[in-house]
């Protein structure tokens, strides 16, 4: 019997060995093919099989343990998808950034005005082609051209420091002006931004920008010149660019707490500027009817000479699931040399809601985003987001003695993004006009039907 157990013994031990074997030519195997495949795909193979399990030991043997050596170094160049490739190295970072937009539309007016920029209207509204990156953790750069309006500007041009809640901006940039304005034109909810943004010649200008955010607290305060295009005149004399000295100081203020699902937004701003040789030159106020692509302005003041300009402006924004809503006011006062200072006026007030399930209006940094679908075209039988907005908008330029008329605005919009960085525009306005452009019987208080489209590409 004893002899029985002792080869009974030896034969476990035989086929617990035999086991081992195999499970050790399993992972040897194992560890060829994934060597292969990482040799055909371009990456070092690893020394040993990447988080393969360890065998337990046997017969005094130490157990085969096997290492994962695939990590990447964190030296080593990553490449992100974002609407297109960003590479990302260690604190550095670069991503090429464009825009496409192109509009067209129709602006029914009295035929009586005569003017051959109503009627078929259309225009490649942006061409934009650029690129941002970060030289380091608190060190980053933006830079981007425009084709628009049949010239090539820089638009955002800018460096940024940012350590903590400060951030430090140098160079082409919005001057915190109007959430309206700040807003990106590819997360508008229409077409066009509010009405007194263009009229009040709201634009990118050269300056010194500083921001302070924490919690829902974001305070700007910036001084700044004027835009690259008056400054980088080439004429000597006194319509040189070189000559400008034009100058601003301007300030935003905004209290954004999340109450539950709903987000709100409280702001407000002020804006003085002195127009410096600008005073020499004829300035003036006005608006187009909506779309951008004709050049005719139905309402607009008179050539004034302005040597200051004192705007104020206040905001007003929440958001809760699908739903969103917004308004602002802002007034201008024009300081005219040796005559009375006149005072314009405009608002806006919309609501919007999103028809697709899950799909909401992105908020960050005190102004609108984009989100994207939550449901892409072609994805689990997704169509994409779509979103409806209702508008009011209003614009005054009558004041003592300039006479340059009143718009009231109603805008009905759809958006559609089939996917994120794609979106589909159709716009509906209906603009009521009081002292606008006399007609060839001499009236000037009527109508104007306006239905405007746009396809939109950013990345």
């Known amino acids: 019997m004893t002899g029985i157990g002792l080869a009974e013994t030896a034969s476990a031990q035989a086929v617990d060995a035999q ?12 560890r060829a093919r994934l060597e292969s495949l990482e040799s055909r795909l371009g990456a070092p193979a690893p020394a040993q099989a990447a988080a393969a399990p360890s065998s337990p030991p046997v017969d005094g043997q130490p157990a085969v343990v096997a290492s994962n050596s695939t990590k990447k170094p964190a030296d080593e160049a990553e490449i992100k998808w974002k609407g297109s490739p960003q590479i990302v190295e260690g604190g550095q970072s670069f991503k090429v950034k464009g825009r496409i937009q192109a509009d067209a539309g129709y602006v029914g007016a009295p035929k009586g005005l005569g003017d051959r920029g109503l009627g078929f209207v259309n225009e490649m509204r942006r061409i934009r082609l650029g690129g941002e990156g970060s030289f380091s953790e608190h060190l980053s750069y933006k830079l981007e051209l425009e084709l628009s309006d049949n010239a090539v500007d820089l638009v955002d041009t800018f460096l940024t420091f940012k350590d903590g809640d400060w951030q430090l901006q140098l160079g082409n940039q919005n001057s915190f002006q109007s959430l309206d304005e700040l807003t990106g034109d590819t997360a508008g909810s229409v077409m066009e931004r509010a009405a007194f943004t263009d009229a009040f010649n709201f634009e990118r200008r050269m300056g010194l920008g500083a921001q302070y955010s924490h919690g829902p607290l974001i305070a700007q305060l910036g001084v700044f010149t004027d835009d690259i295009t008056a400054l980088s005149n080439s004429s000597d004399g006194v319509n040189g660019g070189d000559e400008d000295n034009s100058y601003s100081v301007d300030g935003r203020l905004v209290y954004a707490p999340k109450l539950g699902d709903v987000q709100l937004h409280l702001g407000a701003s002020a804006h003085w500027r002195r127009l410096g040789r600008l005073v020499d030159s004829s300035t003036r106020y006005r608006q187009r009817p909506f779309i951008h692509a004709t ?10 000479n302005v040597e200051e300009e004192t705007m104020y402006g206040a905001e007003l924004a929440a958001l809760s699931g699908p739903w969103y809503g917004a308004a ?14 006149v005072a314009f006026h405009g608002a806006y007030a919309e609501v919007g809601y999103f028809l697709t399930k899950g799909d909401t209006r992105g908020y960050k940094g005190g102004i609108f985003t984009n989100n994207a679908p939550e449901r892409a075209l072609g994805e689990d039988g997704g169509i994409g987001s779509v979103q409806v907005t209702v508008r009011y908008d209003w614009l005054d330029l009558d004041d003592r003695d300039i006479r340059g008329g009143t718009q009231n605005g109603y805008i009905a919009a759809l958006v559609w993004s089939p996917i994120q960085y794609l979106r589909f525009n159709v716009n509906y306005a209906l603009l009521q006009y009081t002292g606008a452009t006399a007609t060839a019987s001499g009236d000037t208080n009527y109508n104007a039907n306006v239905i405007a489209t746009r396809f939109e590409f950013d990345f």
């Open 19 to 30: 086991q081992a074997e195999a499970m050790r030519a399993e992972i040897r195997e194992l």
């Open 295 to 304: 050049n005719t302005r139905l309402i607009g003041t008179p050539s004034m």
């Open 328 to 341: 602002e006011y802002y007034t201008l006062r024009a300081d005219r040399l040796d005559t009375p200072t």
